[in-house]
């Protein structure tokens, strides 16, 4: 793990405007995914040499953000995709849950993304614009906890029952992986919904 993460910070192309952490081809997704891993490695660490590393993928994250729709896609400043917004969100996630430095405007900007893509006043979300894909909901609904829905919100409740009712899909990990998140964060991981999920 420590090799994965100085390869991390090592890649790193740094500048004024933070720690850009993307590949050809992975673009923000890879930045996204890395991001989470140097968060998450300094909130459960507090080595200090993850902190200004994980602080600069941060940066680069709310330096890229689409400045009129909030989102974020593949490049800088692009309208945005649900798919790229999940990552990017829970980067910024884990970054708030380490204490690192997370701008209110930034949190604002996703909000307003995801209000652009939602259906039925919150319960579905679609890729680019309001839709109700099964994946892109589970995005869509794990971003709305992390960005500060209570779990007595009723768009919530009825996007949740919807994931339920479909359950998990033995060959669509995208949609597992974020839907999983979701039951998981409302349930607390116990009772009936949880156990016929699990």
Known sequence: VKRGLYYLTRSMNVSKRGGALWEPGGT????GLASIA????????????????AQQALDYIMYVQDPVGGGWRYGVRQPGDTSVVGWQVMALKSGHMAYLRVNASNVRG??????????????????????QGEATTAVGLLCRMYLGWKLDN?????????????????????????????????????????????
């Open 28 to 31: 923000m997704y890879s930045h």
């Open 38 to 53: 140097l968060c998450e490695a300094y909130g459960m660490t507090q080595d200090p040499a993850l902190s200004s590393p």
């Open 110 to 131: 996703a909000i307003r993304f995801l209000d652009n893509v939602q259906s039925d006043a919150g319960s579905a979300y679609g890729y680019t614009r309001p839709g």
């Open 154 to 198: 009723q768009a919530l409740a009825r996007g949740v029952s919807q994931l339920a009712q479909l359950g998990p899909q033995p060959d669509d990990y995208y949609y597992n992986y974020y839907a999983t998140q979701v039951l998981f964060h409302y349930t607390g991981g116990v009772g009936p919904m949880w156990e016929e999920w699990d």
